[in-house]
RNA sequence: GCCGCCUUAGCUCAGUUGGUUAGAGCGCUAGAAUGUGGAUCUAGAGGUCCCCCGUUCAAUUCGGGGAGGCGGUACCA
């Protein structure tokens, strides 16, 4: 036997961006979510649910000019070698579910579903690489009545999670706004675009002098790292600049008509006055959004901002964000870039994928992980208030039936409750054990109460209180704080007396 | 991907201008006290000083490379 050679350990270590949870973020995240759900529901959504794993191609994550998906996505090959991707949204699982029972869903189909997503990049605070997000969807519905729903409910949602008003805002746009100014200032190269929204996405984190740089040259960052931008000139910067930083509606209005001076619009095929798509954005915003935004009285909460573009190339009208305005900072105190927590917009195209015929749908996502843990670092997540089991201590060993039955009644009664499964020998263990574990009482029936026919009931939460005053040992022995003696057949009914349990009890039921 | 900072006990962190035995607090284990959780006291366990290569009589410390963590930035469906 080789004595030196010791067995090659397996390293115990997580991958990066995915996390254990703990039982108190389970809690606070069921919550989260049952909050969620049932403003969902209130709003007449149903649940579906969707696979963790799609075909490649149905999430539309091929690399171009490649026969490999995305490197965003995680990805593996069947056996039949088809790629198959882990989801990065419930949006396309979605639209492929509609595309597959098209024929047996009643449009205008509302529904919400909620799940893993899994993003192979880099992580960062509140962001993972696997993460929970909680979707709504209106399937069949053309109209902007549609959208200022899931607006609504948005904010809706956002106040059922405690987030007072004021303290988030949903922000509004339409996609044709911008489509329109690129249009009439002659960008008109996809990629371009794309750089020209995504610079716009960072406005506020850069502020305006950084949005320029982006859309015209580049910029550099505090790192010495350069990020090249959109490549507009001057005049075509600034058009876009003051359309974004216009603010709400009137003031838009005058800047794009400004725009059409400016560039004399878009011609028609005739060379005639063209039909200017941000004209029927600001229609669409003024004649039919915010009529139904006032008379709801969601005004307040939710806002016009022309600078709210969201990244994704598929949004084809309105678009909408919900935004925290509080400060969120990391464990070491410092101030964290958080960004939105949930997103949205009308997808009219990405049904059609499938099915070659336009369906339009309108939906929005909350970032559930990401919502949490910017909670979580603002300590603004509900205690947890499940008190821990009673621990029924195992005195003697030829007795422990009773004990379990004592746990049983206990059950039967809705009160958390364990006998103890450790080495019973030591009797101090049991109570430490009891302790650390945060019960709110231990039983104790050992010989003495056997031959008197009662039970000790420890009220550790009563006992804890008074250990603050008591320094020796000797009067802590003495005083046995918390402790007191009823008969056998009181049990349950002493503790549901304890005021954690009472309490508890009453919010359950 | 790029830039910066970081990595020493279970946790939070000292420390070594390159030297023999690497420390503290908390936590953990045991005892004082064998039927009483807390507090107190005593003792103890626990380390590849992230990994590899190099320089050196000697590396946890210096140099190079790598990994991991944090933050920023890019990408973000």
Redesign the pocket.
Known sequence: MAKNKKPQKVKAR?I?GFNDRSSSDIRATDEMMDKIRSVFELYGFDPIETPFLEYTDALG?FLPDSDRP?E??FSLQDEDEQWLSMR??L??PLARHVAQNFNQINMPYRTFRSGWVF???????GRFRQFMQFDADIVGAPSVSADAEMCMMMADTMEALGIKRGDYVIRVNNRKVLDGVLQAIGVTEEGQK??VL?AID?LD??GVEGVRL?LGEGRK?????F?KGAGLDRAQCSAVLKVVGSGAIPKLKEVLDQVTLDTGGVPDEWGGMGHLLYDDAVFEITEELEPLLNSAGYSDRIKIDPSCV?????YTGMVYEAELLFDVT?EKG?N??FGSVGGGGRYDGLIKRFTGQAVPATGFSIGVSRLMSALKNLNRLDENAMPAPVVVCV?DKSRISEYQKMVGELRSAGIRAEMYQGNPKN???Q??Y???RNSPAAI?D????FEKEII?I?D??A??Q??KN????ET??EQ????FECKRDDLVEKISALPAIKAWLNSNG
């Open positions: 997580l990066r994550k995305n965003g996505v990065y949204d949006t396309a993003r192979n990049e880099k992580p960062g605070p794309l750089s995504r960072k984190k850069f982006l960052d505090e790192s010495g790292d990020t969201r990244g994704l190339e598929y990391n410092d964290v870039v005195m009797f101090g263990k109570l430490q009891a302790d650390r104790i050992g010989s003495d109460e000790q420890k550790l939460v006992g804890k008074a250990s008591i320094k020796d040992n802590w022995k046995r704080p918390g402790q």
